[in-house]
């Protein structure tokens, strides 16, 4: 079972049934729910955030919590409302790696 290195869920589950709390880190929310106010006022977001599991580089070595890029797009129905969320999150760790933990 091939898991996402990231968010840490199931690779065949749909992101709907993430529970995006427990992915992000706790002093990063506050942020993301910002944002999904601003997705639900209908505007498209772009956004950086940390998630709770570690990103380890090349070595292997530890360098503390992997960071995504998400960015967010309302679909409108004919109404105006929104139909769904189109949204991409990618690993950019590597732009933030720090020097490996100690422990």
């Avoid at 968010?7 to 995006?20: A, K, L, P």
């Avoid at 209908?42 to 380890?56: A, E, I, N, P």
């Avoid at 070595?59 to 797009?73: F, L, M, R, S």
């Amino acid at each position: 079972m091939l898991t996402n290195t990231v968010t840490g869920h199931v690779r065949t589950e749909s992101y709907d049934d993430i529970n995006w709390p427990g992915v992000i880190l706790e002093e990063d929310q506050p942020m993301l729910f910002e944002y999904f106010r601003e997705i639900l006022e209908g505007k498209q977001v772009k956004f950086q955030t940390r998630t709770k599991k570690c990103y380890f580089n090349s070595a292997g070595e530890n360098c503390g919590p992997a960071w995504v890029q998400v960015t967010g797009i309302p679909e409108f129905n004919e109404e105006g409302g929104i139909e769904r969320l189109i949204s991409t999150a990618s690993d950019i760790s590597r732009k933030h790696e720090q020097r490996p933990m100690a422990f």
